[in-house]
């Protein structure tokens, strides 16, 4: 079974402060895909980045980056000098080819982000 | 570049009414996903069509059940409606059924 927690529920910082948004995930499967995804107020779902279980290498992507480390099952989430924009529930997901490729999602982080 | 589509956006019904909701996945995509997310809950999955069969199946009530045409959109047609159905739906698309998943606008349902 698979299983995804963000202890998180909710976070709340001013404007340009850096926010880190925390994961941990279970599965049995040795392929697997990590992902971010935004919520906005509006309710869609926004896809923000993907990862897959044999690339532990963390990036920069703008003003987000992430750190993937398989020897605690986390992979953590950073929004750099965050903006008013920036307030959504942000989910992180884990999907595995041997387990039908579905998403299964943590419980979301609320980011509010004050100006 | 073309998104998922989700029809309706909006809909009411009444408790014990029937709803179809119907989404377009992205061109070529060949994979569609349907989740459902309560108030305040996260997204679940309920199931998943690859090349126009069932490829997988969630937590999704008898009284649900859902197709992939040729064309690739799919439905889902809810029956007997009950108030804990309400909720958001949201199709996802894949490029096969490893890619990463976009997802559309969603349909929120309210049951009366």
């Known amino acids: 079974a698979q299983k995804v927690t963000q202890a998180q529920t909710e976070i709340s910082v001013v404007e340009k402060e850096d926010v880190t948004l925390d994961c941990v995930y279970e599965t049995r499967d040795t392929t697997y895909y990590l992902f971010w995804y935004k919520q906005p107020p509006s309710g869609e779902l926004v896809f923000l980045i993907r990862r897959n279980s044999f690339d532990e290498q963390n990036e920069i992507s703008g003003r987000y980056s992430w750190n993937f480390q398989k020897s605690t099952s986390s992979f953590n989430f950073t929004i750099t000098a965050s903006q008013v924009v920036d307030s959504a529930v942000y989910f992180c997901a884990l999907s595995a080819p041997g387990a039908g490729n579905k998403l299964t999602f943590g419980g979301g982080t609320r980011v509010l982000v004050k100006p | 570049a073309a998104g998922v589509i989700q029809s309706p956006r909006h809909l009411i019904k009444e408790k014990r009414e029937t709803a179809t909701l119907k989404c377009y996945p992205i061109p070529r995509h060949d994979t569609v996903y349907w989740y459902q997310q309560g108030p305040g809950q996260d997204p679940q999955f309920l199931i998943s069509f690859y090349e126009k069969m069932q490829s997988d199946k969630g937590s999704i009530p008898d009284r649900f059940s859902a197709q992939q045409f040729s064309d690739y959109h799919s439905e889902l047609n809810m029956s007997s409606l009950e108030l804990g159905d309400s909720a958001l739906y949201f199709c996802?698309?894949?490029?096969?059924?490893?890619?990463?998943?976009?997802f559309g606008p969603g349909t929120r349902l309210t049951v009366t």
């Open positions: 996802a698309s894949s490029v096969t059924s490893v890619g990463e998943q976009y």
